[in-house]
């Protein structure tokens, strides 16, 4: 049985849109988190951004 998602990229802004397999640099994920308004991880972001790595969306982290 197959599956089917419905799924629209996300758009951050008028240049930003992120797609399932997009990588999502320390960068971008602080945009994220200040977009959605998640302020206490917009805060430990940028306390170390060291800490982050990048990571590939799938619809779903």
């Not at 930003?16 to 997009?22: A, H, L, R, S």
């Not at 320390?26 to 805060?43: Q, S």
Request: a positive charge.
């Amino acid at each position: 049985m197959t599956v089917k998602r419905n799924y629209k990229p996300v758009k951050i802004n008028d240049k930003t849109t992120i797609e399932i397999g997009n990588a999502i640099s320390t960068k971008m994920a602080l945009e994220l988190c200040k977009h959605y308004g998640v302020g206490h991880l917009v805060i430990r972001i940028e306390e170390d951004q060291g800490a982050f790595k990048a990571w590939i969306f799938d619809g779903a982290s």
